[in-house]
């Protein structure tokens, strides 16, 4: 394992499971600091003033990780508005105010940075019954983009990742999902069936995967790229 993060300071979202908690280990182990964000530890990444409290936590750092989401699968027709309104929220207001905090330290210690947020597929490619996440992370992608082009004059970095499927704990809260698991008899049968159907490349990105992507965007490797958004759909968009 490389050290190309030594000495760096990290923020990752959503870091407790899934994605994030797969980049937060693969950026600890090649040296760099995590301050972790999760609602499950009770820092809320809607909350204004959690925000503002952290900020002398965050004065020093170097990435962010925007990863804090959460899913939802409703047709138009039968949304909620207080659904969508939470999907948007986290994922959306969620995504601007860890940017916010995290360029304001980064342009406050004038050395920039790099952040990558992340999006979806779903952002891109539409699909029945993805309306209130899919717009939120079409949201999320615009978002980065411009935080690429208001950042660029102070040295940051802003890149989006669109994953496709990836085996995060995200679908076990699908009832669809644990429809399949229940008619195939396994949740990695579940998952390799949805795969085979889905993408041409018959398979599911792991957690692990898309933090090495994520990671590569943070890296001095990407020192040109900004304003990009990484597809790794396994040719879903195809």
Known sequence: MSNRFSGRHALVTGHASGIGAATAKLLAAEGARITGVDRAEGRDVTDPAMWDALAPQLAD?????VNAGVSSGTPIVDIDLADWRR????????????????MRAMIAHGRGGAIVVTASIS??????????YGAS????????RVAAKEGAPHGIRVNAIAPGGVDTPMWDGADFFADMVRELGSRDAALAAMAREATPLGRWASADETA??????LSDDAASIT????????GYSL
């Open 61 to 65: 750092i170097d990435f962010a990780i």
């Open 87 to 102: 999907t948007q929220s986290v994922n959306l207001d969620g995504a601007m105010l860890t940017i916010r905090a995290a």
């Open 123 to 132: 952002g891109i490619k539409a699909e029945a019954g993805t309306a209130a």
């Open 137 to 144: 992370k079409a949201g999320v992608i615009q978002l980065a």
């Open 212 to 217: 090495r992507q994520i990671a590569f965007l």
């Open 227 to 234: 304003g990009a958004v990484l597809t790794a759909d396994g």
